[in-house]
Each structure stands twice: as structure tokens, then as C-alpha cells.
Antibody, heavy 119, light 105 residues
Framework: VQLQESGPGLVKPSETLSLTCSVS????????WNWIRQSPGKGLEWIGY???????NYNPSLQSRASISVDTSKNQFSLKLSSVTAADTAVYYC??????????????WGQGTLVTVSS | QMTQSPSSLSASVGDRVTITCQAS??????LNWYQQKPGKAPKLLIY???NLKTGVPSRFGGGGSGTDFTFTITSLQPEDSATYFC?????????FGQGTRLEIK
């Protein structure tokens, strides 16, 4: 399975950040599909996940600004983050959550895409 | 909360290197380790505290359970220069340690 992020690299403050992750060489059915971001100030931060059936879970730190959806017909899932500020500037990764023997891990990851919030 | 230490270290080729990760509560063995090189995404090395991902060199290892975990490289190689992160799967939100930057002398 390979993952590839796409979307604008520059977003204005107060607007909505939108990213898509395309899944190739495998089906989006099964597993949980995640967004994770990395900024110098906050390290790696899990944003949330969506299942192939559309079940979601989010990091409360984002205060309900995040929304993750899945499109199984396109083998894609997407992130929307509303009301962005400079603090949302980060490299955004999509990743698959695999679960076995009672533990889950992120593998594989997309290459990441830098999103800068600036006017 | 995951507390990782040290935040950085420098070691020589052939050295044994150990990184620790401490959880704020008992997380059994649901702890993973990742390697990240500059400009690249993190890569899974160890899952379930001590299970080596297929294809990862055997010089990498992990141990521990409960609140205290270790990540070890038994014979450091030049290509091991990277930042290493721990990550817990015990409870939502999933969280990562702050990272340990490993430099080769």
C-alpha cells in the first residue's frame, strides 16, 4: 500500500485547510486512515482517523475544527481543518493504522505535505 | 503523555545506544518506535514494544512494559543517524514522544 497527500500548500488565516490522501496498491476497505501533523513547536500530533465505514475519532486538542471523511469509490480520504491560524502550519501526513496482537501502529505513511498558514 | 529521553545524543559507529520512553500511566506493551530521517516521513521499526517489523535490521530492538520502555541499537551504523520517536496506542488521542535526535560522531 502507498499513500500520497495532495492539496494547497498555502492557506490564509481563518480559512479551511483541505487535504486528500490517495491510497494505491491496496484497498481502503479495512484499517483506519489517519492524519498526523508535525511542526517544530509541537512535534508529531495525531489529528484523527476515519474507518472505511466512515467512523471517525479526533484529537480533542483541535477543538472540533477537524473533519475527516472517506471516499471508498476513489480509494481516498480527506481532511478539513477549519479556522486555521499560523499555529496550524505544519507538515501533514496521512497514515494507515494497522492493528494486530492487541496493538496498533502507523504504517505506511505518506511522504507528507507542508501547509503554511499565511496571508 | 509520553516522555522520551534523551532529546539528543551523539555516538560512534559500533556503539550501543539506548533511548527511553516513559508513559504517564500503565500502557502494557502498546508502544511503538519510529525512525525519521530529514525531509522524510517516520518509518515503523518496532511495534508492541518488542516486535521488529519485517525487514528491519536485527540491530534494532525494543523492550519494556507498563510505564517504562527502551529502544536499543546494538551496533550503531552511519545510516542510523535520524530522529527516533515512541508512540502509544493505549488510549485516545494517540500520542508520540518528543523525539530523540541521534547523531553519528
Amino acid at each position: 500500500v502507498q499513500l500520497q497527500e495532495s492539496g494547497p500548500g498555502l492557506v490564509k488565516p481563518s480559512e479551511t485547510l483541505s487535504l486528500t490522501c490517495s491510497v494505491s496498491n491496496g484497498s481502503i476497505s479495512s484499517y483506519y486512515w489517519n492524519w498526523i501533523r508535525q511542526s517544530p513547536g509541537k512535534g508529531l500530533e495525531w489529528i484523527g482517523y476515519v474507518s472505511d465505514t466512515g467512523r471517525t475519532n479526533y484529537n480533542p486538542s483541535l477543538q472540533s475544527r477537524a473533519s475527516i471523511s472517506v471516499d471508498t469509490s476513489k480509494n481516498q480520504f480527506s481532511l478539513k481543518l477549519s479556522s486555521v491560524t499560523a499555529a496550524d502550519t505544519a507538515v501533514y501526513y496521512c497514515a494507515s493504522l494497522r492493528v494486530a496482537i492487541g496493538v496498533g501502529w502507523f504504517d505506511p505513511w505518506g511522504q507528507g505535505t507542508l501547509v503554511t498558514v499565511s496571508s | 503523555q509520553m516522555t522520551q529521553s534523551p532529546s539528543s545524543l551523539s555516538a560512534s559507529v559500533g556503539d550501543r545506544v539506548t533511548i527511553t520512553c516513559q508513559a504517564s500511566q500503565d500502557i502494557s506493551n502498546v508502544l511503538n518506535w519510529y525512525q525519521q530521517k530529514p525531509g522524510k516521513a517516520p518509518k515503523l521499526l518496532i511495534y508492541g514494544a518488542s516486535n521488529l517489523k519485517t525487514g528491519v535490521p536485527s540491530r534494532f530492538g525494543g523492550g519494556g512494559s507498563g510505564t517504562d520502555f527502551t529502544f536499543t541499537i546494538t551496533s550503531l551504523q552511519p545510516e542510523d543517524s535520524a530522529t527516533y520517536f515512541c508512540q502509544q496506542y493505549d488510549s485516545l488521542p494517540y500520542s508520540f514522544g518528543q523525539g530523540t535526535r541521534l547523531e553519528i560522531k
